[in-house]
């Protein structure tokens, strides 16, 4: 991995200190648990008051951390891209995010591995939660279908992505796109 010319480490006997853009992040690993401590925002970056906070800086640090996290990896006996690619044909081809009661244990007993390794390669190498991932496509689908059939309700078209309520879907659409689904379709 290829860090940010702003980022500075420091590794210290019981953990790393990540320094970035202004924010401290020291790791310390104590038994088999590891501790993340945010320390304190230490930049302005020319913001004004109450300093802009870059997603680039979070990501990295989340990405740094399931690298710690991940270092002890479950996935040694999986063939990585074949699940990636097999997650990604059965998701898409078989649209099992519709299924609004589809749970991590299920996809990964279809993808023949244990959910802490499923949960481990969509965590440390897709950058994302099964939850996010779930919601991304269903969004995606989501999207289409408000730009597609002008006939069917904000909750039809809810239900038929995947989302069992209009408030998680209007929150998860919200949360995509930064705007509700009425108003990705009034835009459209």
Same mark, same amino acid.
């Given at each position: 991995?290829?860090?940010?010319?702003?980022?500075?480490? +420091?590794? +210290?006997?019981?953990?790393?200190? +990540?320094?970035?853009?202004?924010?401290?992040?020291?790791?310390?690993?104590?038994? %088999?648990? $590891?501790?993340? $401590?945010?320390?304190?925002?230490?930049?302005?970056?020319?913001?004004?008051?109450?300093?802009?906070?870059?997603?680039?800086?979070?990501?990295?640090?989340?990405?740094?951390?399931?690298?710690?996290?991940?270092?002890?990896?479950?996935?040694?006996?999986?063939?990585?891209?074949?699940?990636?690619?097999?997650?990604?044909?059965?998701?898409?081809?078989? /649209?099992?995010?519709?299924?609004?009661?589809?749970?991590?244990?299920?996809?990964?007993?279809?993808?023949?591995? #244990?959910?802490?390794?499923?949960?481990?390669?969509? #965590?440390?190498?897709?950058?994302?939660?099964?939850?996010?991932?779930? #919601?991304?496509?269903?969004? /995606?689908?989501?999207?289409?279908?408000?730009?597609?059939?002008? =006939?069917?309700?904000?909750?039809?078209?809810?239900?038929?992505?995947? +989302? #069992?309520?209009?408030?998680?879907?209007? =929150?998860?659409?919200?949360?995509? %796109?930064?705007? %509700?689904?009425?108003?990705?379709?009034?835009?459209?």
């Amino acid at each position: 991995m290829i860090l940010h010319w702003a980022t500075t480490i +420091f590794i +210290f006997c019981h953990g790393v200190l +990540f320094l970035h853009h202004g924010i401290a992040v020291l790791v310390i690993e104590k038994k %088999t648990r $590891i501790h993340y $401590i945010v320390a304190a925002l230490l930049g302005d970056f020319g913001a004004g008051p109450g300093a802009r906070r870059s997603p680039g800086t979070y990501r990295l640090i989340a990405s740094l951390a399931a690298r710690i996290r991940y270092e002890r990896s479950r996935l040694g006996s999986v063939s990585v891209d074949e699940r990636i690619a097999a997650m990604t044909r059965i998701m898409r081809e078989e /649209e099992l995010y519709r299924d609004p009661a589809l749970t991590l244990e299920e996809l990964a007993e279809r993808l023949g591995v #244990n959910p802490h390794q499923l949960s481990e390669l969509l #965590n440390s190498l897709m950058g994302t939660t099964f939850r996010a991932y779930l #919601n991304g496509l269903r969004i /995606e689908r989501a999207k289409s279908f408000l730009l597609e059939d002008g =006939a069917s309700t904000i909750l039809d078209i809810a239900f038929e992505s995947g +989302f #069992n309520s209009k408030s998680a879907f209007n =929150a998860a659409f919200r949360n995509e %796109t930064g705007q %509700t689904p009425s108003e990705y379709r009034k835009c459209r």
